[in-house]
């Protein structure tokens, strides 16, 4: 079994910054494709921001500039710093990573319980 555990929401100020972690464990082979989503009250969830295994990344407009995403393959860890937050970045972030946990295995995606963030003054 694979877990997703994220951490680093919270409230801040607009104009603040925050970075997420998330952090995964069990029996892992290999991480391809991981991402944060957002979704906030009464909307769809949405993909914020993507990287893969060759470490190329991308971004949704909106966040374009004020996020970066990355990773740290040692420690199956996937970071988001957002910096110059607005008040419509509020939001729960979730994680997710496509993961095969045996090299003969089949890939599956993995979801983190989510973390809230908040930007108000």
């Known amino acids: 079994q694979v877990q997703l555990v994220e951490s680093g929401g919270g409230l801040v100020q607009p104009g603040g910054s925050l970075t997420l972690s998330c952090v995964a464990s069990g029996t892992i082979f290999s991480i391809n494709t991981m991402a944060w989503y957002r979704q906030a009250p009464g909307k769809q969830r949405e993909l914020v921001a993507s990287t893969d295994s060759i470490d190329s990344k991308n971004y949704a407009d909106s966040v374009k500039g004020r996020f970066s995403i990355s990773r740290d393959g040692a420690k199956n860890a996937l970071y988001l710093q957002m910096n110059s937050l607005k008040p419509e970045d509020t939001a729960v972030y979730y994680c997710?990573?496509?993961?095969?946990?045996?090299?003969?295995?089949?890939?599956?995606?993995?979801w983190g319980q989510g973390t809230q963030v908040t930007v108000s003054s």
């Open positions: 997710n990573q496509n993961i095969r946990s045996t090299a003969w295995g089949a890939v599956n995606y993995y």
